[in-house]
Nanobody
Framework: QVQLVESGGGLVQAGGSLRLSCAAS????????MGWFRQAPGKEREFVAA???????????DYADSVKGRFTIVRDAAKNTVYMQMNSLKPEDTAVYYC?????????????WGQGTQVTVSS
């Protein structure tokens, strides 16, 4: 059974930092795109960041414009785990953050989702 388990969410003041983790299990995700989406209250789920396989042990990071320069996604392929370091957090970053894994580079429908972890940034 495939599972994506997120951790690391919480409450932080504006300007602070959080680190999210997503541990995947149940199959090999070496060639999968893995990353993060988020959904704020009353808004649609949106892409945040991804690591995309480019062959061998090479992964390319990709970010939404709203988080470039503040968020960093890192993948530990041996552990089937992705991390996202979030710095300089803003109140508008408040959302439920979902880990995702997909065999088609995040083309909908996405293959697997985590349960989500809440990130709240206070002003």
């Amino acid at each position: 059974q495939v599972q994506l388990v997120e951790s690391g969410g919480g409450l932080v003041q504006a300007g602070g930092s959080l680190r999210l983790s997503c541990a995947a299990s149940g199959r090999s995700f070496g060639s999968y795109t893995m990353g993060w989406f988020r959904q704020a209250p009353g808004k649609e789920r949106e892409f945040v960041a991804a690591t995309r396989w480019r062959g061998g042990k090479v992964y390319i990071a990709d970010y939404a414009d709203s988080v470039k320069g503040r968020f960093t996604i890192v993948r530990d392929a041996a552990k089937n785990t992705v991390y996202m370091q979030m710095n300089s957090l803003k109140p508008e970053d408040t959302a439920v953050y979902y880990c995702a894994a997909d065999s088609s580079s995040f083309t909908y429908p996405i293959d697997y989702w985590g349960q989500g972890t809440q990130v709240t940034v206070s002003s």
